[in-house]
C-alpha cells in the first residue's frame, strides 16, 4: 500500500469474499511509509474484517513497490505459507480473478501464477489506448529477450511458491517500479514454472505512479543489460540503495483484538 486511504477498505473486502469462497487465506497488509491516511484505514479495516487471521506492517523505510514485494516473500517464508498472493492495496485488480484457481488447486502445480491484463479473455476497464498499446509492445519485445511468451510483465495480482525465494536471488533486483521486470526475466531465467491467466484491471479513483515516458526508458536501459550480458545481469546489483534487510514494524495483528476484547 502507498498512499491507498481510499480503496485500502475494498482491498480487504475483497479477501474477505475469497475466504467466503472457501480459500484458505491469511492477509498481509504492507505500508510502504504513505503519506495519507492509509495506516489508518487499513487498521480500521482490519478491525471488523471476517478473516481468519491478518497483520498490518508498516515498513521502517520506504522501499519501493519491489523492496514491499521482498518484505512480503520474506514474511511468508518466515512464517511459514507455501504461497504468496501480491495484491496492489490501490484496488486495480480483483482477488476474485484467481479464486476459481485455487479452489481447483492449480496453484500447486506451478511456480507462479500470473495475472495479466493482456492476454486473451482479460478485461481494462479506464485503462488508455496509448498504455495499452505500449504494454503490448514492451511485452512482445520481453517475450523476445526472454524465450518465452509473456502476456503482462508485472500486474498487481500474482501468485509465487514461497520456496522459490528461497535462495534470496531476487534481493539484488531493483526496488522501484522496475522490479516486476527483473522478477519476470528472472523467473524465466531461473525456470521457475509459469502460468498467465486473464484479470480484471480497472481505473476509477486510483493514481499511477508510473510515468510512461520515463518508465519506457528504463524499462529500454533494463533489456539493453539483459542482452548486452546475461551472466552479469543476473548476478549484479541492481538497487539503488543496497540494505542488507527489509525491516518492518507490525502495526496490527488479528490476535491484539481478541486479546483487547
Known amino acids: 500500500m502507498y498512499n491507498c486511504a481510499r480503496q ?3 482491498v480487504v473486502s475483497q479477501c474477505e469474499k475469497a475466504c467466503a469462497a472457501g480459500v484458505d487465506l ?3 497488509l504492507i505500508d510502504n511509509r504513505s503519506r495519507d491516511d492509509t495506516l489508518v484505514a487499513a487498521r480500521t479495516a482490519l478491525a ?3 478473516l481468519p487471521e491478518a497483520w498490518l506492517l508498516q515498513n521502517n523505510d520506504n522501499y519501493g513497490l519491489g523492496g514491499s514485494h521482498k518484505v512480503a516473500f520474506g514474511f ?3 512464517h511459514g505459507f507455501d504461497h504468496v498472493i501480491v495484491l496492489h492495496g490501490d484496488d486495480q485488480g480483483s482477488l476474485a480473478d484467481i479464486v476459481p484457481l485455487l479452489v481447483a488447486g492449480e496453484h500447486v502445480l506451478v511456480d507462479a501464477l500470473l495475472g495479466a491484463r493482456f492476454q486473451p479473455g482479460a478485461r481494462l476497464q479506464g485503462y488508455s489506448l496509448l498504455r ?3 504494454n503490448r509492445v514492451f511485452n512482445l519485445v520481453f517475450s523476445a529477450v526472454a524465450g518465452r511468451r509473456l502476456y503482462d510483465l ?3 495480482l500474482n501468485l509465487f511458491r514461497t520456496a522459490i525465494f528461497d535462495d534470496d536471488w531476487h534481493l539484488r533486483y531493483a526496488d522501484d517500479l522496475t522490479f516486476n521486470y527483473y522478477l519476470i526475466l528472472g523467473l524465466v531465467h ?3 514454472t509459469l502460468r498467465f491467466f486473464p484479470i480484471t484491471w480497472r481505473e476509477d479513483d486510483q493514481v499511477s505512479n508510473a510515468k510512461l515516458t520515463s518508465q519506457g526508458q528504463r524499462m529500454l536501459r533494463l533489456l539493453a543489460g539483459r542482452v548486452g550480458s546475461p551472466r552479469a545481469f543476473f548476478a549484479g546489483e541492481h538497487r539503488s540503495v543496497v540494505r542488507d534487510a527489509y525491516p518492518a514494524t507490525l502495526v496490527w495483528h488479528s490476535a491484539m483484538a481478541e486479546a483487547a476484547a
Open 8 to 10: 485500502i477498505g475494498r
Open 26 to 28: 491469511a492477509v498481509l
Open 48 to 50: 471488523t474484517a471476517a
Open 76 to 78: 511468508a517464508r518466515d
Open 132 to 134: 495499452t498499446v505500449a
Open 154 to 156: 508485472g500486474s498487481g
Open 190 to 192: 531461473h525456470r521457475r
